[in-house]
């Protein structure tokens, strides 16, 4: 991934390429029949003028907030005049994703064949997603484009496409983007718009109305490995539809002109969802919709990536609002794209059901304990940092992550709009609510198509100043820079929520969850590491008593007091040693070495959890109730 580079010569003198108009639609056909072989093929022909060119393969993809588009995987890439005679690219020595091209007299259009080799690499990517029996296209993994001169001229709201796709027969397809006489050929749309609006095609294909009778029309597209994976009961299609309605009361606006759920139930895809404006595109395990813990699991992700439709699409940072693919973002707003987000979509999975409010607490208990006293590189660390640093931190995370922080603007980000919608209801004595912000921020302009507001600082600081005047930005500038150990965000949840961050010895159901997917143990709040079903260890928290005791990310417990490791035996022994009871006794395997460790540690189990504060409102209870008539 490149993360910092020289700009080219185009860039630095934006004036010494002529400015091109672009006289018709480029066209791009993407052939799926060939994904069950993770190979995509595609053709695009490209308007030109005879002279230098440059073409470009999209990099910095929205929502995925670094330069990750996947040009790495990108082959076959041809290019020819209309009699089929080559034309010879040559790549930019310091900006990977661009190529620099001669147009032949007399040539007014250039033809480019693509292939896109969908296999899931290194980097993190919307591409890659396919199977023996379903494929998602992200059009960004099989297109360039040419600039307009310049990064700094080239805008991919005014580059016109017409796209078609070609699927396997027998399969089906959703996606947000219109037809145009046939099924397969879609309406002339922006650049912007069409990498904006991915396809989701398969063999075992579903689409269910939701909310009927809401206008905009809503739909859930699924394709699964299998037939019986897009069989879920009628009682989730209903936490759906209610998802529906419970965005329509939140953000008393919609802006698109339908929205596509393409969820892609796999378990030969990478699993992670990304946000756009008319459709989301949500990877989830294959057997999400039949089994409800795995349901529960991924509960999160739907209502999450359609709050970006409003909150990230919508109304956009002004840093994150790049008018093109190849110009680098700024994500020192994310806490508010990512962490209002993720407040949001939790709060809205408990509204419409999908979580029942003890799971929602469960659920925030964990995170708030994981920030507040098993990361200690807050303390070098502050989240704006995590959000300033994103490009290069979203990749991270995995051992000694506790230390480095990578995406904690997501969950941090929680914990701040938790506090910022306790605070406003305490303020206003529970006339006022973050609803309200989110309603006329969100909500700004009212019903629109698919566009890009951007904001700032101020404008968010502003928006809340409107809700409940008080100085917000010393109260949010003190939590975004901190580097206090504990979060600060946690002190203000305890006294205004009605509940508080308090430890058992009994694992709430959200860590019963999480081990029984790992079928692992979670020690991180008395030993201070995780470990896997065979021993090895993933995180070891800095000064835990593991830590202290030599302990380290990547170790394999091989015994636990004498007895060949289990997760089970390990909590036992954690058990046994409480008060007087013995040290716990490990035989650890470093690289082909062997050594024990011993951890005197007597503090039994520790699981965090929220408890209700009697003489305080119960204003979480509060912000979990429906607000959909």
């Not at 580079?5 to 002529?18: E, K, S, T």
């Not at 900006?95 to 080799?117: C, Q, R």
């Not at 607490?361 to 995170?367: C, E, N």
């Not at 912000?437 to 502003?462: I, R």
């Amino acid at each position: 991934m490149q993360f910092s580079r020289i700009l080219p010569l185009a860039v630095l003198f934006p004036m010494a390429l002529p400015l091109v108009a672009q006289s018709a639609p480029i066209t791009l056909t993407v052939d799926l029949t060939d994904a069950p072989r993770k190979i995509l093929h595609a053709t695009e022909t490209i308007p030109v003028q005879p002279g230098s060119l440059t073409l470009v393969y999209p990099e910095w993809i929205p929502g995925e907030h670094g330069p990750t588009g996947p040009i790495i995987n990108q082959a076959g890439f041809i290019i020819t005049t209309p009699l089929g005679e080559p034309v010879k690219w040559e790549r930019d020595l310091v900006d990977m994703y661009s190529y620099h091209i001669t147009v032949p007299a007399d040539v007014h259009e250039l033809h480019i064949k693509m292939d896109f080799l969908a296999m899931a690499g290194a980097n993190f990517t919307a591409g890659g997603s396919t199977s023996a029996n379903l494929a998602l296209l992200s059009w960004n993994t099989l297109l360039v484009y040419p600039l307009n001169g310049d990064i700094a001229h080239t805008n991919a709201s005014e580059i016109m496409v017409t796209p078609s796709i070609i699927i396997p027969n027998g399969w089906k397809f959703g996606t947000a983007l219109e037809p145009n006489g046939s099924p397969t050929s879609f309406k002339t749309v922006s650049l912007e718009q069409l990498v904006d609006s991915p396809v989701l095609a398969g063999r075992w294909f579903r689409e269910i109305d939701l909310a009927p009778e809401i206008t905009p029309k809503h739909y859930l597209d699924l394709a699964g490995d299998g037939p019986e994976d897009v069989l879920l009961s009628q009682e989730h299609i209903d936490n759906f539809s209610r998802l529906v309605r419970e965005t329509g009361a939140l953000y008393k606006s919609r802006h698109y002109g339908s929205y596509h759920f393409l969820v892609t139930l796999s378990d030969q895809v990478a699993h992670f969802g990304l946000e756009h404006h008319q459709s989301s595109d949500d990877r989830v395990p294959e057997k999400t919709f039949v089994d409800d813990n795995q349901f529960i699991a991924e509960g999160l992700l739907l209502p999450h990536e359609f709050t970006h439709s409003w909150n990230g699409k919508y109304r956009r940072p002004a840093g994150l609002a790049t008018q093109n693919y190849q110009e680098p973002m700024k994500g020192d707003l994310l806490w508010v794209y990512e962490g209002l987000t993720e407040y949001l979509g939790d709060v809205l999975a408990a509204r419409c059901g999908i979580w029942a409010p003890s799971v929602y607490r469960d659920r925030l208990a964990t995170i708030a304990g994981y920030l507040n006293d098993a990361r200690p590189g807050r303390t070098w660390r502050d989240m704006q940092d995590t959000a300033s640093d994103a490009q290069i931190l979203y990749a991270a995370g995995g051992p000694y992550d506790n230390l480095r922080r990578n995406t904690d603007y997501y969950d941090e980000g929680e914990l701040l709009w938790l506090e910022v919608d306790s605070t406003i209801r305490a303020k206003s004595n529970g006339k006022k609510t973050l609803n309200d912000f989110v309603a006329a921020f969100h909500g700004l302009g009212g019903n629109t198509g698919p566009k890009v507001v951007p904001y700032s600082f101020d404008d968010v600081v502003k928006g809340l100043n409107a809700v409940a005047p008080m100085d917000w930005a010393t109260f949010l500038r003190k939590r975004l820079d901190s580097n206090e150990f504990h979060a600060p965000e946690v002190e203000g949840i305890n006294a205004l929520s009605g509940y508080k961050l308090t430890y058992s010895d009994k694992p709430n159901y959200w860590s019963q969850l999480e081990e029984s997917q790992s079928n692992g143990i979670n020690a991180r709040w008395s030993l201070g590491f995780s470990a896997g079903s065979t021993g090895e260890i993933g995180d070891v928290i800095i000064d835990s008593p593991a830590y202290k005791a030599g302990l380290a990310p990547n170790f394999v417990i091989v015994a636990v007091n004498g007895r060949a490791f289990q997760p089970a035996l390990l909590r036992q022994a954690i058990k046994d040693a409480v008060g007087s009871g013995p040290a716990i006794e490990l035989i650890v395997a470093n690289t082909g070495y062997y050594k024990v460790i011993k951890l005197d540690y007597h503090g039994g189990e520790r699981y965090p959890q929220f408890e209700r504060v009697d003489n305080v409102p119960a204003r979480l209870d509060d912000i979990l109730q429906p607000m959909a008539k």
